[in-house]
Every structure is written in structure tokens, then in C-alpha cells.
């Protein structure tokens, strides 16, 4: 008999139900814990499905609600559920495919395909019988039941797109994919765009069982191109999009139609359908094949992109852009969260601000990648929308097709920049600033006279026209600091200020955002301007609102890290200081904002120097502190999973990473805090944590602490190395290169004592030189390290220098001197004197290597001279005759003129 409820307490749970849908959040949150509570209930979860699927006189919302709880619970406790309470939700779920009301039937779908991963996950042999179960509902004469079951396969291909591919005992695609084919020309509009998006979803991991039957695909797609459904035409455009990436040769042959067809669906009255289509020309313009197929379709898409450029009348209802509303608080859910990037040092040994710069780094969120890449505007604007998505085609293109765009773009820069309809000159300005990186040398001789009229336009009346120009204005700031500077520099350094004050929050945030750009481009050629500068951050610091004064900590932090030391005088101190100091005292120890304060300080604490000593005991005892915390909290929960959470460990990286800025930034003084504290002890336990970005950011602090206080590190430096040397992992590259940094840093302070180690950590750093295509700053980090290790030990390096010896003369050759570079070659040639024989066979990359240096030290140079006369003399004059007629005429003339050879 059929599991039936008992009637009180399905009114309860009822009752529950509808008043967590209250306004209150108060009430919510109490009815939440009611509702939690009753998981301890087996038939708690009979009780949501018969609520779901049972009662269809009950409000549908309320019945959604008991659909979603449940969905919740599988996820969360499928293992636990007894077989009959799984039994009883996948009988239901089946039954209510076709429920009269469309909402039930998502929540269904939903309910199902959540079912069926956690089926799948857990290997149940019931799986299959599910799947074949939906197929049949699809036969179903009554269309609700249909649509109510492709819903569900729809979202099951989605989450399980690789499992249902990589089923080769039940090859479940072979009977799915043409089936859904099948439904391509059903009479139901809502039908044929599930049909096509379940198929969608086996394009892009190139399905077998979709290749044998892609012709078909193809076919079909083309005679639903004109489809009168928005949604289909959306999911065509989509297909058409990832074919081109995946099977471009299968629509060659149809490439004009294509083409023409996406230029149609680009001007499509539906947003969403438009957006879809102007996919295709960002996808397009990453393909070689771009410059063959798209040259004669120009001169009608850049006009069709530029028109999309505009915002749409819902964005402009959305942003509410022309606002004075400075005074407004944000809403918590407007700020985007923030995720801390751990230090990286790469090859030439300076720190830089985020990691993962290099192919392969593997700490990166994509995610967070694609938010943040390319600065495009609008970010408060979070959805991809057709306006971004148009802009970034266009600079996408302009970047392929360089000045040859110039003859389309200049025409509509014309008309719409000095437009009196400020809609069209703000995009007239977008589109100025979408050209920027791909056309700027052709735009080079229009500059003179659009620059200062953006200049003019960051006084705009309205608040999106002033906020793009900021923008715009960044984008152009390289060919700016080549101009003279009071005529360029000065106004928009003024402007930019100004705006920063702006009345306006989205100005105040594109203003920002635009300064940071224009400051890691000018550094310290924005020091006349300090003054002026500091006041108007220090005055934004009393005027932001929460989402904007963590932007403004990131332009602090950028201007600190771009004018270095200059900052260093106690005006500016006096002045940038309090505000900090006071945000920082007001904050807690869980509360994420103190991520930017935190790195801000960091930057700020390595460029003061010594100026920051008077802040500098607070700042080291909370760092401290946060990493004691958090150590604790996950040791807590690695004992006690049930009982405690896995603490938040961005905390303990950032505080790591302020810990190494008061290092690089105070030095030697703060060997005193480092005496007076567990430092040292809580840095040997993140050494080892399981976390990649905590390792990461404590080789950095290491390192750091090396050339700041060795004295506190050398005693355990018989522990650390071991830990260094086993993550000399090239797949983890961030973690991998301050590794190796902090072992070349311990080697210049240990000199002969770095013996005993060499064995621990040379192997792995000549397997690593010598990596084919290994990202450019680890093979530049590992070879000064090397050359670090020769010069504590030459003698144990020396047998195996022709090993490594022809990467690391290539690997160094690029990079500027300095005294990283100087110590890099003072210990290889140590270890050529102590192995000369090692250096024959690639005495050419040797000899290169010597002739990038623009001024060596004078001992080094002796060096230099000692090596190369020795290998002449040594091989005789025929013989050198010989080898250096093989060498280039340019690297021949330097040794000449240099050394004398």
C-alpha cells in the first residue's frame, strides 16, 4: 500500500510551508530552523513530495517550496534516506511530470534530475530504469507530461553531460540523442527549444554518439533557423556558437548562409536572441580562420555591434545611473564577494599583486577570471548583457583586424561621439574604448583632438556618459604619458579627481577603477601630483559608500605599489594613514572586507619602509592572530567535521601576506616582533596546509623572513627545506615558484651551510629548467636560483652544470640586471670555474647570456673576462676561429667591444 500521510501533521508542515514565505526575515529565519529540524524525521521528506505532487488544490508556490526543501535534503542526505522514502519521491516525481501548473512541473524537473546524480554518483543500478522512464514520457500524447519531462532531461544533461558520454555499459546517448532529435519539428514551441538544448549539451565535449548523427543536427538546425519562437532561435544561435568552436569544418561549406544569418539574428528584436548570436563573432574572432571569412562582412557587422552598443531602455530602468545618491547605503547583495590573491614572486624576484599570470597556474577561479578579465565597464551591471557582449566583440576584432577596422569604426565615432542624444555618445565613447587596444596606433593621429574632448566629457551632466569616459580615458592613458604632460597628464589627472567625488556612485566607481589603470601605467610619474592625489583619496574615504570604498582601498593600494618609497615622507603619511587605521579598528576578525584593507596595507607597509613602523606592531600581532585562528578552527574541524565548519582560510592567507609586505617594507626591525611571537611555529603548520594559495603565501613569507631576520629562521631551516623541496611541483606554478624563491633566498644567507640541502631541491630545479614550454617566470625563478645554489656550492653544483646550463643561459638573457641576476652569474661562474668542461658544448648560450648584461658590476665583469679569455686560450686560436665565426655578427661585435675576444 502506498505510503499516506497522517493529516495533522501534514497540516503543520503545511502551515510551516506558507509562513516561510512571509516578508519578515525574522519570521523566515524561524520557520527555516522549524523546517530543519524536522529532517530528523525519515518521512519528513514523504510528507514535501506528497505536498508537491498530491495536492494540486494547494497554492503552487507553496508546493514548489516543499519541492525545493526536498531537493535540498537528496543533496544533502541521499546516502542516509531510507530506500522506500527514495522509492516513494522517484514514483511521485514521475507522476507529476505533467502537474497543471508550470512552476510544479520545473520543481519536478528539478527534483528528478537532482535524483538521478545522486543516483548516478552513488552507482544505483535504478539509474538507467529512470532515464528510460523520462524517454517514455516524452512519447506521452498529452504535452504537458512532455514538456514536463524534457524539463528534466534538460537539466540531467546539463549536470551529467560527461557521465551519460562516458556510460559504455548502458551508452545511454545512443538511444537520447536521437530521440531528442527527433523532436526538433514537434508543433510545440517550448518542446523543440528543450530538444535542442538537451543536444546543446553534448556539442561542446564532442559526443560520439552526436557526431554520428551531426549531418542531421545540422540539417535540422538550419530549417529551424527561421523559427518564430524566441527561445528556439536562442538555442539555435547557441548551437551554431559551439559548433564553430568545435566542428567549424562541418559548417565551412555553409559559411556564407551562416554568417549572414547571425548578422540577421545580431539585429534580432529579442535581447536574448541578439546576445546569442553576437556570441558567434567573439568565438569567430579567436579563430585563424577570422581574417579569411570575415573581411567582406565588416563593413555591415561593425555598424550592427556599434548599434548594439547602446544601453537598452530595461538597463537604463535598472541602473537608475543619473542618481545623486552618494548618500545611499549599498545593499549588501550589490557588492560582488571578495576573494584574496595570494603573493607571487616570479622571476625577477619582485612581488607581484596577483597570481597566476603564467599559463598552467592553478589557483585561478574561472569563474572570478572571467568577471574580472579585460576591465570592461558596467561591472555593477553584473549579467552578461548584449551591450558588453557587443563591446567586446568589437574589441575582439579590432584587435585582429587592427587599423583595417578603422574605415567602419571612424564613420560611426563621428556621428555618435558628438551626437546631441547622449545615449549615442556614450556609446560613441564605449566604442572608442572598445578599439582602444587593437586600433590605438591607427587612432594615434585623432588622439591630439579626442582626448582633451573626453577630458571635456568627464563633466557630462549625466552620470553614465561621465562614468564610461572614465573608462575610455584609462584605455588610451599609455599613448597619454608619451604626450607632454600639462598638456594631457594634468587635465585628466584633475578630471579623474574630480570624479573620484563625484556625486554620482557608478562614476565614483569608474573613476576609481580608471585611476588604478592610469597609475600602473604612469608609477612615478605621478609624484608631482602626490599631494593633490592623497587629498582626494583621503577625502573619498569620509564620502563612500561599503561597495566603492573597497575600490577605493585597491587604488591606494596600486598607487602605493606604483610610486614606491616617494610615499615615504611623513605629509603623506599624515595624511593617508588615520583613515586606514581607523577602518582597520573598526572591523572584525571574520568580516571580508578586511581583505582589501589588509592588502592595501601590505602595499602600503612595503613602500613606506620604514615609515611604517609606527603601525607596524598592531598590524603583525592581528595578522598573527588570524593565522592562530584559523589554524585552530581547521585542525578543529579535521578532528570534528559534524561539529565544526572548515574555517574561511582567505583569512589566513592575507594575513601571511601582510606579514610579508611588513617584511620586505620594515626589514630587519621587525625581527623584534618575529622574537616575540609563534610566527615561526604557526609558519611550519600553513607550510604544510592542504590548500595550495596557504602554501603559496607562506614560501613568500618565508622568503622573506630569510632576508629580513635570518637569524629567527636559520634554526629551523633543517625543517623548512624538506617542505620547500617537496613542492617543487611545476603543475602548481605559484606554489612551485616561491618554493623555489624562498630556497634561493635561504642559499645567499646559508653560503656553504646550503651543503646538506642541495641534494633536497637540485634534482627537481634541473628537471624543471629543463621543461618544454614551462611558463616563462618559473624557468627565469629557477635558474637565479640555481645560480644561487652555485654560489653557496659550487663544487657540488659544478658536475652537473651541462644539464641545465644551455636553458638557464636562455632563461636569463631577457631579464633587466639586477642584483638578482647579478647573484644568479656570480655562482654559475663559480661553478664553470669549478666544471669548465661542463660549458663546452653550449658556450655560444653562454656567451649570449654574458653579452645581455647592459652594465655588469665590475667584479662580475672580471669574471666574465677570466671565462671566456680562459675558454680561448684553452681551445687555441684556429679553433676559436672556428666557433666564433658560428656566432651571430651582433653578439661577435659586443664580445669584441666588451671583453676584448
Known amino acids: 500500500m502506498a505510503w499516506q500521510p497522517e493529516q495533522d501533521a501534514l497540516l503543520q508542515i503545511m502551515q510551516l510551508l506558507r509562513e516561510s514565505q512571509s ?102 543500478m535504478a539509474q538507467p530504469e529512470m532515464l528510460a522512464a523520462l524517454v517514455s514520457c516524452l512519447d506521452s500524447p498529452d504535452c504537458s507530461v512532455c514538456e514536463g519531462a524534457f524539463g ?112 540577421l539574428r545580431t539585429q534580432d528584436e529579442n535581447e536574448e536572441v541578439a546576445k546569442e548570436a553576437c556570441e558567434f563573432w567573439l568565438t569567430l574572432a579567436e579563430m585563424p580562420v577570422c581574417t579569411e571569412v570575415l573581411p567582406n562582412h565588416l563593413e555591415r557587422l561593425i555598424p550592427v555591434l556599434a548599434s548594439r552598443m547602446r544601453y537598452s531602455d530595461m538597463e537604463l530602468i535598472t541602473l537608475k545611473a543619473d542618481e545623486d545618491d552618494q548618500a545611499v547605503p549599498d545593499r549588501e547583495e550589490d557588492i560582488a564577494p571578495r576573494f584574496h590573491r595570494s603573493r607571487t614572486y616570479g622571476g625577477n624576484h619582485s612581488a607581484q599583486a596577483k597570481h597566476g599570470e603564467e599559463e598552467g597556474a592553478e589557483e585561478v577561479d574561472e569563474e572570478e577570471v572571467e568577471e574580472e578579465e579585460d576591465g570592461w565597464p558596467d561591472q555593477t551591471v553584473t549579467i552578461w548583457t548584449l551591450r558588453k557582449c557587443s563591446a567586446a566583440a568589437l574589441d575582439l576584432l579590432a584587435n585582429v583586424f587592427k587599423e583595417k577596422l578603422l574605415p567602419f569604426v571612424l564613420p560611426i565615432l563621428k556621428y555618435t ?49 561621465r562614468s564610461i569616459t572614465c573608462w575610455t580615458l584609462s584605455r588610451y592613458s599609455h599613448w597619454i604619458l608619451e604626450q607632454p604632460h600639462d598638456e594631457y597628464l594634468q587635465p585628466l589627472m584633475q578630471g579623474l579627481l574630480e570624479r573620484i567625488l563625484d556625486s554620482n556612485k557608478k562614476v565614483q566607481e569608474a573613476a576609481c577603477s580608471a585611476f588604478a589603470q592610469v597609475e600602473e601605467e604612469a608609477c612615478t610619474e605621478l609624484v608631482p601630483y602626490l599631494v593633490p592625489i592623497l587629498q582626494t583619496l583621503v577625502h573619498a574615504f569620509g564620502k563612500y559608500q561599503h561597495k566603492n570604498l573597497l575600490i577605493l582601498y585597491d587604488a591606494v593600494g596600486t598607487l602605493a605599489d606604483s610610486v614606491g618609497n616617494h610615499l615615504n615622507k611623513d605629509e603623506y603619511i599624515q595624511l593617508l594613514m588615520p583613515p586606514l587605521i581607523e577602518k582597520w579598528n573598526t572591523l572584525k576578525d571574520d568580516d571580508r572586507d578586511l581583505f582589501p584593507l589588509l592588502e592595501c596595507l601590505s602595499s602600503l607597509a612595503t613602500a613606506l619602509q620604514l615609515g611604517f613602523l609606527p603601525y607596524a606592531e598592531p598590524i603583525f600581532k592581528r595578522c598573527v592572530n588570524l593565522i592562530e585562528k584559523t589554524l585552530q578552527q581547521s585542525l578543529a ?186 647573484s644568479a652569474f656570480v655562482g654559475i661562474c663559480l661553478v664553470i670555474n669549478a666544471n669548465p668542461v661542463g660549458i663546452a658544448q653550449n658556450f655560444v648560450f653562454f656567451c649570449d647570456a654574458v653579452a ?50
Not at 548502458?170 to 518542446?191: M, Q, T
Not at 574604448?433 to 579626442?450: K, T
Not at 652594465?855 to 672556428?882: D, T, V, Y
Request: hydrophobic share 45%.
Open 23 to 124: 516578508p519578515n526575515t525574522e519570521v523566515q529565519r524561524a520557520i527555516h530552523q522549524k523546517l530543519n529540524s524536522l529532517n530528523q524525521y525519515p518521512d519528513f521528506n514523504n510528507y514535501l513530495m506528497y505536498i508537491l505532487a498530491k495536492l494540486p488544490e494547494e497554492a503552487v508556490p507553496t508546493r514548489s517550496l516543499a519541492g525545493l526543501i526536498l531537493k535540498n535534503n537528496i543533496k544533502q542526505y541521499y546516502a542516509e534516506l531510507p530506500e522506500e522514502v527514495k522509492h516513494y519521491a522517484r514514483v511521485c516525481c514521475l507522476g507529476s511530470l505533467g502537474d497543471a501548473a508550470p512552476l510544479v512541473r520545473t520543481t519536478v524537473g528539478i527534483l528528478l534530475s537532482t535524483i538521478v546524480k545522486k543516483m548516478t554518483e552513488d552507482g544505483e
Open 637 to 822: 574541524a579535521q578532528a570534528s567535521p559534524e561539529q565544526f565548519e572548515i574555517p574561511d582560510k582567505d583569512f589566513m592567507i592575507v594575513a601571511l601576506d601582510v606579514l610579508s609586505g611588513l617584511a620586505e617594507g620594515i626589514e630587519s626591525h621587525i625581527s623584534h616582533y618575529i622574537a616575540s611571537s609563534n610566527v615561526l611555529e604557526l609558519l611550519y603548520q600553513c607550510m604544510q596546509d592542504n590548500m595550495p594559495e596557504v602554501r603559496q603565501s607562506s614560501f613568500a613569507l618565508l622568503g622573506d623572513l630569510t632576508k629580513a631576520c635570518f637569524e629567527h629562521v636559520e634554526p629551523s631551516i633543517g625543517v623548512f627545506i624538506p617542505i620547500l623541496g617537496s613542492n617543487l611541483i611545476p603543475e602548481f606554478i605559484s606554489v612551485c615558484n616561491n618554493a623555489i624563491w624562498a630556497i634561493g633566498e635561504i642559499a645567499v644567507k646559508l653560503g656553504a651551510g646550503m651543503e646538506p640541502y642541495i641534494g633536497m631541491t637540485l634534482e627537481q630545479l634541473i628537471n624543471i629548467m629543463n621543461r618544454i614550454n614551462a611558463p616563462k617566470t618559473l624557468l627565469e625563478n629557477t635558474a637565479i636560483t640555481i645560480g644561487r645554489l652555485g654560489m653557496a656550492c659550487a663544487n657540488t653544483v659544478a658536475p652537473q652544470l651541462a644539464r641545465f646550463i644551455r636553458p638557464w643561459c636562455t632563461s636569463l638573457r631577457n631579464i633587466r640586471d639586477n642584483a638578482e641576476k647579478e
Open 852 to 901: 645581455s648584461w647592459t652594465e655588469p658590476p665590475l667584479s662580475l665583469q672580471e669574471m666574465f673576462h677570466k671565462i671566456l679569455h680562459g675558454f680561448k686560450h684553452e681551445i687555441g686560436e684556429a679553433e676559436w676561429g672556428m666557433v666564433s665565426s658560428q656566432f651571430p655578427k651582433l653578439l661577435l661585435d659586443r664580445l669584441n667591444a666588451v671583453y676584448g675576444l
Open 152 to 263: 528534466a532531461l534538460r537539466k540531467i544533461c546539463e549536470d551529467l553531460s560527461d557521465e551519460l558520454n562516458n556510460d559504455v555499459v548502458n551508452r545511454p546517448l545512443n538511444v537520447l540523442i536521437p530521440k531528442f532529435l527527433s523532436f526538433f519539428k514537434h508543433s510545440v514551441a517550448r518542446i523543440r527549444s528543450h530538444a535542442i538544448a538537451c543536444v546543446n549539451h553534448f556539442v561542446h565535449i564532442r559526443s560520439q554518439a552526436l557526431m554520428v548523427h551531426m549531418d542531421t543536427f545540422i540539417k535540422e538546425l538550419f530549417q529551424l533557423a527561421g523559427d518564430k519562437d524566441n527561445e528556439v532561435r536562442v538555442n539555435v544561435c547557441r548551437a551554431l556558437v559551439m559548433l564553430l568552436d568545435v566542428r567549424f569544418d562541418r559548417l565551412a561549406p555553409h559559411m556564407g548562409d551562416i554568417l549572414e544569418y547571425m548578422l
Open 417 to 465: 561621439l558628438f551626437s546631441a542624444d547622449w545615449l549615442y555618445k556614450e556609446s560613441g565613447i564605449l566604442i572608442l574604448g572598445a578599439i582602444a587596444e587593437g586600433c590605438g596606433q591607427g587612432m594615434q593621429p585623432h588622439l591630439p583632438n579626442l582626448v582633451p574632448y573626453l577630458v571635456q566629457c568627464l563633466s557630462e551632466q549625466r552620470a553614465l556618459v
